[in-house]
């Protein structure tokens, strides 16, 4: 089952500093090169070129690049119905762009997710009401790329 390799490779990466638009374990990465690392590892080559970006990702413009970005190469469940290993896609602040990312570790009772958090780096956080109320997409990954 893909999501169980997923989860293994998210959690190699616990440690690692944040660092903006990095993607090298251990050395530093953002919530997007967390994704990034654990694709590479998992898949071989990423997907597609990831763009320069800002902190405020694409604020701006309104416009959801990494909602757009995870529909091009993952696919779209329920948020009800995540599952360990699945990618979920976070709104921090109400009206603004989706733009943190995390990979859920454990689901149940106590569900758990890994993510690149802000002065905080690679960590593994419950998905508290206060993170759960902030979910706006799953998405899972496939089981092999071609």
Do not use: N
């Amino acid at each position: 089952m893909i999501g169980a390799g997923i989860v293994t490779a998210a959690q190699r990466w616990i440690g690692t500093p944040y660092v903006h638009q990095a993607a090298v374990r251990g050395a530093g990465c953002d919530c997007l090169g967390l994704v990034r690392g654990v694709w590479r590892e998992v898949y071989g080559q990423e997907p597609e070129a990831a763009p320069a970006y800002s902190m405020d990702w694409s604020e701006p413009q309104g416009e959801e690049r990494l909602w757009a970005a995870a529909l091009r190469h993952l696919t779209a469940k329920p948020v009800i119905a995540a599952c360990t290993g699945d990618l979920l896609l976070f709104r921090m602040r109400q009206g603004a762009v989706a733009k943190h990312l995390g990979i859920m570790s454990r689901d149940g009772p106590q569900p758990r997710f890994i993510h690149a958090y802000s002065r905080h780096g690679v960590v593994e956080s419950a998905l508290s009401t206060a993170w759960h109320r902030r979910v706006v997409a799953c998405f899972e990954f496939p089981e092999e790329v071609i």
